[in-house]
């Protein structure tokens, strides 16, 4: 279990800090396109998922996203204690990294997001985002355990795009980001609605794989 929590916090940290890192570089040098900065921010997001979920997976399952060990948990595949740890770790691991790339970037390490990200199209583009990364995990590790990395890496990089809100689909991801003041952020009071959307995504997904992708 240790080994899993510190896959977990580890991968979160690196994670979360190539979406905040990446975004404050990206807006940085594209000149405020925000076309361009979210196309840099979005590949190496995918890139860095790609890596985390192939060095990562083995050890713990690389779920880093809370929506992810609770689909496992109410899947029977992890125990209660043990995702609750598993979010514990997420959560610090994934904050820390924030605050990384805010040193690395010059930025103050304690600050709050002003970004308004809110209504019914960015949740629905969240409960969207989410259904569909469980979906492609579930599907994915049924057929094809070996595509699992390229699978959700590729997943993100075309939900960036495809939802109004940019596909955070990750509680703890949204939690984080609400302390970035930057490209990435989110305002503290966006983060609930975000959260609620994301859940019920996972759990409709949940529903439908166990239909889709039944036990042998």
């Known amino acids: 279990m240790k080994q899993k929590l510190t896959a977990e916090a580890i991968g979160s940290f690196f994670l979360f800090a190539t979406v905040v890192g990446s975004g404050i570089m990206a807006e940085k040098l594209a000149g ?13 997001t995918g890139a860095m998922l790609f890596v ?4 990562l997976g083995p050890v713990s399952g690389a779920h ?5 060990t609770l689909v496992m948990r109410l899947r029977g595949e992890i125990t209660t204690v043990a995702a609750w740890a598993y979010v514990a770790a997420q959560l610090s691991g994934g904050i820390l990294g924030v605050w990384a790339a805010h040193v690395m970037f010059g930025l103050p390490v304690l ?4 970004k308004a990200r809110t209504g019914i199209g960015q949740w629905a583009g969240e409960a969207i ?16 355990h070996v595509w699992v990395p390229p699978s959700v890496a590729f997943y993100i990089v075309a939900a960036y795009w495809f939802t109004s809100s940019t596909s955070f689909a990750n509680p703890a991801i949204t939690i984080a980001r609400s302390l970035s003041d930057s490209f990435a952020g989110i305002a503290p009071t966006d983060v609930p609605g975000f959260i ?16 889709l992708f039944p036990d042998e």
């Open 129 to 144: 985002a989410t259904f569909g990364l469980i979906l492609t995990i579930l599907g994915t590790v049924k057929h094809r």
């Open 196 to 211: 609620v959307a994301q859940l019920a995504g996972a759990v409709v997904a949940v529903g439908l794989a166990s239909h």
């Open 52 to 55: 985390l979920i192939t060095m």
């Open 64 to 68: 880093f996203n809370p929506a992810v």
């Open 32 to 44: 405020g396109n925000v076309a361009v900065a979210l196309l840099a921010n979005t590949l190496a």
């Open 111 to 114: 600050e709050l997001s002003t």
